[in-house]
Structures are given as structure tokens and as C-alpha cells.
């Protein structure tokens, strides 16, 4: 960060700042009005984007650093995201990743319920009846070839708590066969 005006300014701000800076720039240039081109928001830009959504303040969940992000919601719908201008971890900026959270949330093809395979085709099935094949898997899998037949693997995605509650998992399954996905 840098202090320009004695305003703190992070990496995001400052390349808005220069691509504005370099479209002003060549407008000049090329000799169009720059008062045409740029003009102050009006009080109405600057609030709500779409009339009747609700703001809601989140964090992103792409990894464990947990970035503020503002959510404008309509009808049960995610519609536009901001950065959290307050949120103490991330100071008003996030990365693509985050930035691209409202495309990840409203994507077609994220899985929103739980998939099996019957007979070669995947069909929906609850969420008790994955949990129990999953337990009754793993059981058996135990039993047929001991604990450390199995390994746990973390994310960077999970919070430190998570990552706890992932270790006393593969301790009490038995392994001590844990690792994080990044080595993988």
C-alpha cells in the first residue's frame, strides 16, 4: 500500500486509477472532450444499483482469507457484488477470484445437492442418504483395510477451525494420513 494524500491506497485502486488515468490520457490525445467522456456519479449511482435488492455484507469463500464483499440481493437472487470497503482483512479489495464470486454463486454448472451414479447415469439423491454411503463406504473400508488405508486431505479454501475439525476426523477414523491438497 501507498500513501498518496495521506489517503491509504491498495494494488486494486491504484490500477483502477492509472487505466482511468491512461484512458483520460488518450482521449486527450486524440483530442476528445474529456467532459464528455467522464462525469460525476450522481447520488443515485452511487447507492443501490438496483432498485427494491437488499445489501448484504459477506465474505468471500474462495479461500481461508475471508475478503469482505457487499451482495446486492433481489428476489432471492445475487445481482451485483462490491468490494467491502470497511472489512478490516481485505481493506477494500479482493483478488479475480473474489471478484468473480456473483459468476461462481449463479453458475449453471455448480452442484447445489447431492449426485450419484445409478446405473451409469447421475441422479439427485438426499442428503442423509449420501452422508449414510459415505459413512457406511468408509466403514468398511476401515474394517476391510484398516485406518491408514485412507487419507484426509485439506484446502486452502477452509478456515482454521475447519482444518481442526478435519485433523480430530482422520484422528479419530485412526490415520494419522492428512495432508493439504496444494502438495498433491
Known amino acids: 500500500m501507498s500513501e498518496i494524500n495521506n489517503k ?3 494494488r486494486r485502486a491504484f490500477l483502477k486509477m492509472s487505466a482511468l488515468a491512461g484512458a483520460v490520457g488518450i482521449s486527450q490525445a486524440l483530442g476528445s472532450d474529456t467532459k464528455e467522456m467522464l462525469k460525476k456519479a450522481s447520488g443515485q449511482e452511487l447507492s443501490v444499483a438496483y432498485p427494491g435488492s ?8 474462495h479461500c481461508s482469507v475471508g475478503c469482505g464483499i457487499i451482495a446486492e440481493v433481489k428476489d432471492g437472487v445475487w445481482v451485483r457484488q462490491e468490494v467491502a470497503q470497511d472489512h478490516p482483512v481485505s481493506l477494500g479489495g479482493h483478488c479475480c477470484k473474489g471478484a468473480d464470486m456473483i459468476d461462481r454463486v449463479r453458475s449453471e454448472t455448480r452442484l447445489r445437492y447431492p449426485i450419484e451414479k445409478v446405473n451409469g447415469k447421475w441422479e ?3 442428503w442423509d442418504s449420501a452422508m449414510d454411503k459415505i459413512a457406511t463406504q468408509l466403514s468398511t473400508i476401515r474394517e476391510k483395510n484398516g485406518p491408514d488405508s485412507v487419507m484426509f486431505i485439506g484446502s486452502a479454501k477452509v478456515s482454521n477451525e ?14 494419522n494420513n492428512i495432508d493439504h491438497q496444494a502438495r498433491i
Do not use: D, L, P
Open 124 to 126: 439427485r439423491t438426499t
Open 54 to 61: 437488499e445489501r448484504i455484507k459477506t465474505i468471500c469463500t
Open 8 to 10: 491509504r491506497q491498495n
Open 162 to 175: 475447519q482444518s481442526y475439525y478435519i485433523r480430530k476426523f482422520a484422528a479419530f477414523f485412526g490415520t
